[in-house]
T-cell receptor, first 114, second 115 residues
Framework: TQLLEQSPQFLSIQEGENLTVYCNSSSVFSSLQWYRQEPGEGPVLLVTVVTGGEVKKLKRLTFQFGDARKDSSLHITAAQPGDTGLYLCAGTPYSGAGSYQLTFGKGTKHSVIP | ETGVTQTPRHLVMGMTNKKSLKCEQHLGHNAMYWYKQSAKKPLELMFVYSLEERVENNSVPSRFSPECPNSSHLFLHLHTLQPEDSALYLC??????????????FGSGTRLTVV
């Protein structure tokens, strides 16, 4: 079982501050995804990164996939109350075809104080 | 309707009850999944269906019984559950089974409480 460790578990910041959350594993993943989940709702896909070293930007969110494809980070610039939620990373194991296991981390619960 | 729809949103059931969760997707996806989300644990994959055929069962107790009558509908039949089965049950779909790299579309979940 490939484990994805997310840190920090909880994060509370003031509106306008920047933050970075991390997703780490000792295993290699062919791709990593980030989801955001609001209370009472299902996770919503934010981005997929597939190439080692890849950086993707989505408005105030910047996603990076590690060179070795074992880790990823999500950086939020000038956080807003609407960014509050549970941020989940999920990885597709680098084990070839036939793997149905999209492995999830426990998530980082993030709240922005107005 | 678009996306993945789950009903009911909330369910309270006794340990001797029988109930069913329903999931419907209008995305034309061929794969559907059931996940369990408990506090302080990662999402746990329960069942995977590809074109109505079950392709994976992750050692889930027999008190959970899935059914996939067609590629748009997925059910989870529940009977004689335990209090520790209380959780958020999420349904998801993807274009092709195992194509995790393109992302899954999740429903809003059913919050299940077993009393």
């Amino acid at each position: 079982t490939q484990l994805l460790e997310q840190s920090p578990q909880f994060l509370s910041i003031q509106e306008g501050e920047n933050l970075t959350v991390y997703c780490n594993s000792s295993s290699v993943f062919s791709s990593l995804q980030w989801y955001r989940q609001e209370p009472g709702e299902g996770p919503v896909l934010l981005v997929t990164v597939v190439t080692g070293g890849e950086v993707k930007k989505l408005k105030r969110l910047t996603f990076q996939f590690g060179d070795a494809r074992k880790d990823s980070s999500l950086h939020i610039t000038a956080a807003q109350p609407g960014d509050t939620g549970l941020y989940l990373c999920a990885g597709t194991p680098y084990s070839g075809a036939g793997s149905y296991q999209l492995t999830f981390g426990k998530g980082t619960k993030h709240s922005v104080i107005p | 309707e678009t996306g993945v729809t789950q009903t009911p949103r909330h369910l309270v059931m006794g340990m001797t009850n029988k109930k069913s969760l329903k999931c419907e997707q209008h995305l034309g996806h061929n794969a559907m999944y059931w996940y369990k989300q408990s506090a302080k644990k990662p999402l746990e994959l329960m069942f995977v269906y590809s074109l109505e055929e079950r392709v994976e069962n992750n050692s889930v107790p027999s008190r959970f019984s899935p059914e996939c009558p067609n590629s748009s509908h997925l059910f989870l039949h529940l009977h004689t559950l335990q209090p520790e089965d209380s959780a958020l049950y999420l349904c998801a779909s993807s274009q092709v089974v195992g194509q995790g790299g393109r992302g899954y579309t999740f429903g809003s979940g059913t919050r299940l409480t077993v009393v």
